[in-house]
């Protein structure tokens, strides 16, 4: 936790009667003047904390947006641990990676209302105004990279049920993009470090369309469009919390057990598709059958049924 972040729950845990700038300065270790920039840091991200004369410092109410202080508290599951992040950051990818390669566990969290260097799938940049939720996890499954295949469906299949359980039902496009009514509400980066049998780590990272800006990008979906009002905050948190659950019975069975579950919300099955690679090569072409049991996109065409196992789908018209 930063001094920010101690400033904030010394404003939180006063409630009602408020807290003078002097105690808090005092339990910290800090001058008062430190607590007042914190302060004044606060209310700039959206905090509303009142001056009382005679009571200090009075919390009010906190933004919800996607930062770590107002995500850990509604996140549940106890895999998700060490919130990092803030209002701004490049990329969260970019931070979780740093700290796995320093070695932070399993379940560590970087979340952030805004990226200035937000990175997509393929290269892409991944456009992250403030209004959206960006956030990437550490993992590291037991298990050898060539069983690491569907990790990255199984991430958005987490995301779909997280989101759900907030009543925001969403459809998935394989391999891990999340869609309401065929915009894209969210895409998932999986980034990885592995050894020839061993995954050193893994990093996962989501970004997900929250509130409609006045300028929306084109062919966006936005959470608020589904369940107006909803904050970035709660989003993060139960994706979090979908993730967690999904990688759970992925880290026991496979993928095998959550096949159903993926099809189910599927937007591709029984549409005509075209897969192509990086490098724009056509690897399938014809109708989706559905998914295997390790992920891979079946494609019915004219050479009989392919196995993608990586691409990038587009709807035939
Ligand atoms: C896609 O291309 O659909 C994947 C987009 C993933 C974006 C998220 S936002 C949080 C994390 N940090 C990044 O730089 N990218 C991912």
């Excluded at 010394?10 to 009667?17: F, I, T, V, Y």
């Amino acid at each position: 936790m930063t001094t920010r972040d101690h400033v904030l729950r010394a404003l939180r845990d006063s409630g009602a009667g408020g807290v003078s700038g002097e105690s808090i300065a005092h339990v910290l270790g800090i001058s008062r003047v430190a607590v007042s920039k914190h302060v004044a840091a606060l209310r700039a991200l959206g905090y509303v904390i009142e001056a009382v004369r005679g009571s200090g410092y009075v919390f009010v109410s906190a933004p919800d947006l996607a930062l770590p202080a107002e995500v850990e508290p509604l996140v549940r599951d106890p895999l998700w641990h060490d919130f990092a992040g803030g209002p701004s950051t490049g990329s969260t990818n970019d931070d979780a990676r740093l700290l796995a390669r320093e070695g932070a566990g399993e379940g560590c969290v970087v979340v952030a209302a805004s990226q200035d260097a937000g990175r997509g799938r393929m290269g892409r940049t991944w456009t992250s105004p403030a209004g959206g939720a960006y956030f990437s996890v550490v993992l590291r499954p037991p298990v050898a990279p060539s069983q690491a295949g569907p990790l990255a469906l199984v991430v958005a299949l987490g995301v779909a049920r997280g989101l759900e359980a907030v009543g925001v039902v969403a459809g998935l496009k394989w391999p891990n993009d999340l869609q309401l009514r065929g915009h894209k509400l969210a895409g998932v980066l999986l980034e990885m470090s592995a050894e020839s049998d061993r995954i050193d780590w893994v990093v996962a990272g989501v970004g997900i369309n929250v509130s409609r800006p006045e300028h929306p990008f084109e062919g966006a979906a936005y959470l608020s469009e589904s369940r107006p009002g909803i904050g970035a905050a709660t989003a993060v948190a139960a994706a979090l919390d979908g993730i967690a659950e999904v990688y759970a019975v992925w880290r026991d069975g496979g993928f095998a057990p959550l096949r159903a579950a993926y099809e189910e919300r599927s937007v591709l099955k029984g549409r005509a598709v075209v897969v192509s690679d990086l490098t724009g090569a056509v690897r399938a072409n014809g109708t989706v059958l559905g998914i295997d049991d390790e992920g891979r996109l079946l494609v019915g065409g004219r050479a009989g049924v392919e196995a993608v196992v990586a691409g990038e789908v587009t709807l035939r018209r």
